[in-house]
């Protein structure tokens, strides 16, 4: 199978070359890889340039947008930037951040997952983070659910599910849609990518409140907010993220913000996640 990697970096002097590098030393290597710097300030675009130099599979995309580091838009407009200079002779599109270091068999894997089902619509592996001189898993979410840092789409659903949407709550809302069209979402706890950097490290305060709004604009309501904003508080350490992401969620429905899906895929998207919330209170 073909494939292809988009990778969008922002002042990612410090890992990009392990990234790189782990990315060619793979035992199925990709057909393309496209990194695209994002108005970066470091040697980003100069350690990039040096790999230029050793591999024709890769090439460089410079794009000039707010320097501001938010999360879900700015990454996925960049994203789409280096997408749009692919052609589309691909089985399946990878977004991959540019702080990770991918074990070699890692896209091996993937191949196999969607060579096996042809209902497999998105595939990838766990993130793990160093303390204590161990690697230990970054438990912010379900196993269910793949991180946004490595997402393997296969080129049918990808394209289902409309690509990927530039606002925080996009590596959510790919796999509920992928879910609402019948996809199937499927992680491999053997893969086990080394995250260098933890998640939201560069996120400023303006960002604190865009969790609660990216709930909103997936149609949870209320409730399931609730719930959900308690669980990731906690997971985080940070019980009074809580606030914060309720606050976010009433800013966002008192000014009627855009929902990024449509009433029936929200509708879809309470059923599924009222059925999780049942199914984990009754085991």
Not at 130 to 156: M, P, S, V
Not at 205 to 215: C, L, P, V
């Amino acid at each position: 199978m073909k494939y292809y990697v988009v990778i969008p970096a922002h002042n990612e002097a410090k890992f990009i070359a392990q990234t790189l590098q782990s990315l060619l030393d793979q035992t199925q290597v990709p057909d393309k890889i496209v990194v695209v710097n994002d108005h970066s300030t470091d040697e980003t675009e100069t350690i990039v340039n040096s790999f230029l130099q050793k591999n024709g599979t890769l090439q460089l995309v410079n794009n000039f947008s707010d320097a501001t580091h938010l999360p879900g838009s700015k990454v996925i407009r960049a994203f789409q930037k280096g997408l749009e200079t692919l052609d589309q002779d691909y089985d399946f599109i990878v977004k991959l951040d540019a702080d990770l270091i991918l074990p070699t068999t890692y896209f091996e894997t993937i191949i196999s997952l969607f060579k096996k089902d042809d209902a497999i619509g998105m595939a990838g592996g766990f993130a793990y983070i160093e303390q204590n001189d161990a690697w230990i898993l970054e438990n912010l979410t379900d196993k269910d659910h793949i991180r946004g840092a490595f997402k393997a789409y296969r080129k049918k659903c990808f394209q289902q599910i409309g690509g990927l949407k530039p606002a925080m709550g996009w590596d959510t809302v790919d796999e509920l849609l992928a879910k609402f069209y019948g996809w199937k979402v499927v992680t491999d706890e053997t893969l086990q990518v080394k995250h260098l950097k933890p998640t939201g490290a560069n996120y400023n305060k303006t960002a604190r409140f865009k969790q609660g709004e990216a709930f909103y604009s997936l149609g949870y309501g209320f409730l399931i907010t609730t719930i959900a904003s308690a669980k990731l508080a906690m997971r985080k350490k940070k019980p009074l993220l809580f606030l914060d992401y309720i606050r976010g969620f009433c800013q966002a429905k008192f000014t009627k913000k855009p929902l990024l899906v449509s009433k029936e895929q929200a509708r879809f998207i309470r059923h599924y996640r009222w059925t999780k919330i049942k199914s984990k209170i009754s085991s």
